[in-house]
């Protein structure tokens, strides 16, 4: 009988399977361990989630307009604080200088603890000192001293200095608009600016950054009134009344009338959609210091008289919830 074909003698023949075995073995483990670990390295990969890059700010396209924030002309209307023994104290130095004449000592006092303590007892005497100030010979900041050119006229005069011609006749004691060259007029560089609080139902008036007076006002039944920045376009002295019913027009002094003794239209640049909004008058007592008008801002008739006489066209409202 022929002879298997294999190496070696039989007797060593089941040593060679069962290393051979073994080997086999040892490389299954080998494949499986490498596997294995191939197998979590990418199931740890697809897991990981890389660092967001931090963000740049992409340039405007040509042509593309580069956007600006709104310039905040005024800070935010403080609202008024629970009086204190300290801020008592400093109303009554602030009303006994008023009474002694001194309006200027009085505005310095109360200026201070407006900016600081905010109470509605001082910033109402402080509106009324700041008034008393305007009417009064005497100088306060903004006050000045403008001597009439050739070609001057008050409405001129009035344009140049951003106030108006009836506070110029007002601070003069002047009954008409005749003016003379080389005369000496007191004139005010008011920069003012009005905030509106829906909320509180107050319009500040702001020269600068400082509170000049405050007055309680009506604004739209249901926040109709829209938080946005106005400008004055127009102003009205007895204004006629259109009503919405029929497009009517209501002449001043008809009961009907319900825009009191002056308005001022506001118009704002970043919504024009927005029409048919203003600041005016009412003989409805009861509405003011409430949600109260369909839209507008009203305010009592002597004080938008008052606010009229001091604001130019294109002076800013900004109205806020």
Not at 44 to 71: F, Q, R, Y
Not at 125 to 147: A, T
Not at 296 to 314: A, G, T
Request: charged share 25%; with cysteine; glycine share 8%.
């Amino acid at each position: 009988m022929a002879k298997p074909i294999y190496a070696g003698s039989y007797n060593n023949r089941g040593s060679g399977r069962w290393k051979s075995v073994f080997i086999v073995i040892i490389l299954i483990q080998i494949v499986l361990v490498a596997t294995y670990l191939m197998y979590t390295k990418g199931k740890k990969d697809d897991n990981e989630t890389p660092e967001a890059p931090a963000p740049t700010a992409s340039a405007p396209m040509a042509g593309e307009p580069i956007p600006v924030p709104l310039l905040d002309l005024a800070p935010a209307a403080p609202a008024a604080v629970a009086a204190t023994p300290q801020s008592r104290a400093v109303v009554s130095d602030a009303q006994a200088a008023i009474d002694g004449g001194q309006l200027a000592d009085a505005k310095i006092m109360l200026d201070r603890l407006v900016a600081s303590s905010p109470d509605a007892e001082a910033i109402k005497l402080l509106g009324e000192v700041n008034i008393k100030l305007l009417k009064s010979p005497l100088m306060m900041p903004g006050k000045e001293y403008y001597v009439i050119q050739s070609g001057d006229y008050l409405q001129k005069i009035a344009k140049n200095h951003k106030t108006t011609v009836a506070l110029i006749k007002k601070m003069n004691g002047m009954e008409t608009d005749t003016i003379r060259l080389g005369a000496r007029l007191l004139v005010f560089n008011s920069d003012f600016t009005m905030r509106v609080s829906k909320t509180r139902n107050e319009l500040d008036l702001f020269m600068g950054d400082k509170i000049f007076k405050r007055y309680s006002v009506g604004t739209g039944k249901f926040g109709k009134t829209p938080a946005v920045q106005f400008t004055i376009i127009d102003k009205i002295i007895e204004p006629p009344w259109t009503r919405p019913a029929d497009n009517k027009q209501i002449e001043y002094g008809d009961a009907e009338n319900v825009l009191g003794t002056r308005w001022m239209a506001i118009k704002s640049a970043d919504h024009p959609e927005l029409t048919g909004f203003g600041i005016h008058g009412t003989w409805e007592r009861d509405s003011i210091g409430q949600q109260s008008s369909a839209g507008c801002i009203r305010m009592l008739n002597e004080d938008v008289e008052e606010l009229f006489d001091l604001v130019p066209r294109k002076s800013t409202v900004i109205i806020s919830d």
